[in-house]
């Protein structure tokens, strides 16, 4: 019993380390910055991809397939410091098949005091049932990561212009007409345009989200591949419906100063498994450069 008890245990041993030798993968970017995506390419099977800082699990990604091989996405916090951490692509039958070791690299965030009028008081601090309401449902379809890959390559800006009032990841300080204050973290970029400037789709997806919404006003949110959301705010008017498909430059609204806004703008946010991400990163990039992980799963 002993001895069949060894052998199953030294087979199962030769058989995961067999697993860990051959995965290969890639990287993009190899030492990203907080609130940048990371995405991850493999020539094995593997499920997920998991991100550990100080062995503290921070994000979690599903890969899908992409021709020849399969990839994954996932956000490094904006709120996580530079340092050591580790991706863990992980088999639920298998456990850890590989892990991918890399430094997160040190950034700078602006800081700012916004000062809000009664008015806009109100809206920030609405604890209403249908403020509620809008925030679980926003969060039901960030949390959901489909099969469909609509989008994989850069993305587009959702103006002409670059005219911006707040950057990603700016530490907030607002200050109520009561005298109180709060704090928070900008998710996403404001483009300071004037009301009624066209504003497009940055990558091919579907339309998931197309209404009016108390804190964002008239809002719209794309899927663009699993676990991979835009989201325009504070738009005028809206141009499309929820379950539209649209293509990179679509217009599918007006900017302009609905819900808490200080003035027209565009509110363009991008969100990873429900992580505020650096829209900026993937228009620099493509969310997948296929040729690019191919050569280096093929080293």
Known sequence: MIKRFLLIFIAGFFLNFSALAEVKYALMPENPRPGEPVTIGVNADIKHAVLFKNERQLAKASFFPVGDFKAAVLTIPSTLSSGDAVIRLEDEESGVLHEIAFNVAARNFVSEVIELNPVLTGIRT???????????????????????????????P???????????????????????SDTSIHAGVDYGVPTGTGVVACGAGKVIIARSRIVTGNSIVIEHAPGIYSLYYHLSSITVKEGAMVNAGT?????????LAT???????LRINTENTDPDSFVARPIIDKQAIINRLNN
């Open 158 to 180: 959702p103006v002409n212009s670059t005219r911006r009032t707040s950057f990603f990841g700016d530490r907030r300080v607002f200050k109520y007409s009561d005298g109180n």
């Open 251 to 259: 217009l599918i609204g007006l900017s302009g100063a609905t819900g």
């Open 263 to 269: 003035g027209p703008h565009l509110h363009w946010e």
């Open 126 to 156: 609405d604890a209403s049932t249908q403020r509620t309401d809008e925030a679980n449902h926003l969060w039901a379809v960030l949390s959901h990561a489909g099969k469909d890959v609509y989008h994989t390559g850069e993305f587009i």
